[in-house]
């Protein structure tokens, strides 16, 4: 007997997974693709997503009818409300600015870390296995301690964003280290560079995408640590908002906490994608690292 | 053009020589890749390393480079012993991954240049015409990923002839290349090497390459423990065409000859598997 057919019809499958992907092969698809990507169109279909959000969002909380369910029109009176009378600017500037720091040191010390790491094999060999430990270790698991060791204030929160970068930044950075092609550094000792014109011509350059894709993802859990720290124990930022407008049962003004924090990862993201094109565009050219 | 056009002339220094003295390597305690190889290169003059895959024809490169230290023998390029990597030995890689991404075509040219501490203004006149030597002019603003394979070649060519480096050492530079680029290419090639007069050893594994390119091409045999098998001296003159008798004659012996190294590595295979 014949092993039983798992289709009835020959499906083409390199079609169906570049469909998903966007990458219709046809000319139909290019069409599609040049519609899409085109500036007014672009907007337009942005526009559209987000309003069809909102709309299947309105239309949920009308025909479910829950008490805790508020309207978007709900959602959007607390958030000028709170934005009005200072509450939500408050919360954004302490959130931004515990990410900020945290970020910032996390990348401080990843960068380098991570290069020397990649570069010299006795540092690499000393610090793999505690660096390969604490990476299975999530930020969440030492929420607890921090808070314990350094209070609800900022540094236990500043701790967190920077333990979570850190990792990242420095795993990616070691990796475009190990990437770098033989032949790169070849040519340059071709040309008499050594030493630290070796790493400062060479070696730096050719990681920076690295390094800037490690930093891109750290910024986007940044958004969630920081809440997730939040939650747990604070006397302000987003995390504290959304928290304690739960415990209110203030489900509009705990709604619009969290619009404010997906605008603002948003907004993280594109100032990234801003600055990568601005002042980085040669070091993530030729990958798509961090683009 | 005869090949003896190509040669330095009379009374030059002995900058652009290379000789291999008897040199064995082998990596760590692995079977020998090279065994007793020896052979010379004179000043200006262009010779081919021609042999089957995996000979050694690259090692022998990197001997000569400084990137790898023979186990036995020497290796002296320009009378000096070659110890490290050095400016005088200028390698163009198969691969075009050792240009510098984030530097334009005309930084990365101008990259020699910048090492020796050389004035921006006059580093950029350099490499600006060494990119026109190629035919890369009004190319000097885009970036490696922008360019074609044939193009990246050329632009690793004119980051080695900005230079001045008396020797020029190739490591199949056209392999990937589509064959209507390739061609283009080594024509160019040749037009350069005779007019700047730098000594070019020139690695492949084609033999039409090999004749249209060199003034003596040598065979290598088959590995393990290669080294020459015979060195023939191409004497046709340039430019040099396929279609031609003596073109054609030249190409069946070697062929003949690269055929037995062939055969003598697929009877050593057939005799380890058993």
């Known amino acids: ?44 279909l942005t526009a559209l997503s987000l309003l069809a959000g909102v709309a299947a969002w309105a239309i949920a909380s009308r025909l479910l009818d829950l008490p805790l369910f508020p309207s978007p029109l709900q959602i959007l009176r607390a958030l000028a409300e709170m934005l009005g009378n200072g509450v939500l600017v408050a ?4 959130s931004v600015r ?81 990437a770098i092609p033989r032949n790169q550094i070849r040519s340059a000792e071709n040309y008499g560079v050594t030493g630290w014109q070796l790493f400062a011509w060479i070696v730096f350059p050719a990681t920076v995408s690295y390094s800037v894709a490690g930093a891109r993802i750290a910024m986007g859990n940044s958004f969630a640590a920081v809440v997730g720290a939040e939650l747990i124990a604070a006397d302000a930022g987003l995390g504290y908002r959304i928290v304690d407008s739960g415990q209110w049962m203030a489900m509009d003004q705990m709604f619009a906490a969290m619009l404010v924090l997906g605008a603002l990862g948003i907004a993280a993201d594109r100032i990234a994608r801003l600055v990568t094109a601005r002042w980085l565009r040669r070091y993530v050219r030729e990958s798509e690292h961090g683009a | 053009m005869g090949p003896e056009a190509t040669r330095a002339p009379d009374g030059a220094a002995r900058a652009g020589n290379i000789g291999v003295r008897h040199v064995t390597f082998a990596f760590g305690g692995a079977p020998a890749v090279l065994e007793d190889l020896s052979f010379d290169v004179a000043s200006g003059e262009f ?36 110890d490290v990597a050095g400016r005088d030995r200028v390698v163009i890689f198969q691969d075009s991954d050792s240009l510098y991404g984030w530097l334009t075509v005309r930084d990365n040219v101008a990259f020699p240049l910048r090492v020796l501490g050389v004035t921006a203004r006059e580093r950029d006149e350099r490499a600006v015409a060494a990119l026109k030597l190629v035919g890369l002019q009004g190319h000097e603003g885009k970036y490696p990923a922008e360019l074609s394979g044939g193009m990246k070649q050329r632009t690793q060519l004119a980051r080695a002839l900005v230079l001045d480096s008396p020797i020029l050492l190739m490591d199949e530079p056209f392999a990937a290349l589509d064959a209507q680029t390739r061609s283009i290419l080594q024509d160019e090639l040749v037009q350069i090497s005779v007019a700047m007069r730098r000594t070019v050893l020139f690695i492949t594994h084609d033999i039409g390459e090999a004749i249209l390119l060199g003034d003596r091409v040598g065979i290598m045999r088959a590995g393990p423990a290669s080294s020459i098998k015979e060195t023939i001296p191409i004497e046709l003159p340039r430019p040099r065409r396929r279609g031609s008798v003596e073109f054609g004659a030249l190409y069946e012996r070697i062929h003949q000859s690269i055929s037995e190294e062939v055969q003598r590595a697929l009877r050593r295979e057939d005799s380890l598997l058993k």
């Open chain 1, 98 to 178: 515990r990410i900020a720091i945290g970020f910032v040191l996390g990348c401080a010390v990843g960068i380098p870390l991570g290069l020397a790491m990649g570069l010299f094999p006795l540092v690499r060999a000393f610090c793999d296995p505690i660096v390969q430990f604490l990476r299975f270790v999530p930020p969440i698991a030492w929420l607890i301690p921090a808070i314990m060791w350094f209070g609800i204030g900022e540094v236990s929160k500043i701790a967190i964003i920077f333990y979570m970068t850190v990792f990242l930044v420095l795993l990616n950075t070691m990796s475009g280290v190990a």
């Open chain 2, 47 to 82: 010779f081919v390393l021609l042999g089957p895959s995996g000979c050694g024809k690259s090692t022998v490169m990197n001997l000569i480079a400084g990137f790898e230290h023979p186990t036995k023998g020497s290796v002296i390029a320009g009378g000096r012993n070659v």
């Open chain 1, 91 to 94: 919360d954004i500037a302490v």
């Open chain 1, 1 to 44: 007997m014949s092993a039983p057919r798992l289709s009835a019809a020959p499906v083409d499958r390199h079609a169906a997974v570049g469909l998903a992907r966007g990458n219709d092969p046809t000319e139909q698809g290019a069409r599609a693709r040049r519609f899409a990507s085109s500036g007014p169109a672009a907007w337009m």
